[in-house]
C-alpha cells in the first residue's frame, strides 16, 4: 500500500494526465467550468477519470482533498467574475 501523500501532481498522474506544474496550471487555465458544472460532469473526462474522481470523491479520505482542491481551481473563472 501506497504512503504517498496524495497531491496535485500525484492526482493528474493517476487520471493518465501531464503532471508537471506547467502541465498543470495550463489544463486547469484552459478547462475551466461554469458555476452550475460539477467537476465529475465536465465534458473534458474521459469514462475512467470520471470514475476515478466520483470514487475519490466518494472516500472522503485524504484523496478527497485534492480533488477538491482540483475542482476549486477549475472553477475560479467563474467564482471570480
Not at 36 to 60: G, H
Request: proline fraction near 1%; charged fraction near 25%.
Amino acid at each position: 500500500m501506497s504512503q504517498t501523500r496524495p497531491r496535485m501532481t500525484n492526482l493528474f498522474e493517476q487520471l493518465g494526465l501531464d503532471s508537471s506544474e506547467e502541465a498543470i496550471q495550463t489544463f486547469i487555465g484552459t478547462h475551466q467550468l461554469d458555476a452550475d458544472t460539477f467537476l465529475t460532469q465536465a465534458s473534458f473526462w474521459t469514462e475512467a477519470q470520471r470514475q476515478f474522481l466520483e470514487e475519490k470523491i466518494d472516500s472522503d479520505g485524504e484523496w478527497a482533498l485534492v480533488v477538491d482542491q482540483l475542482n476549486e481551481s477549475l472553477h475560479e473563472d467563474s467564482v471570480n467574475s
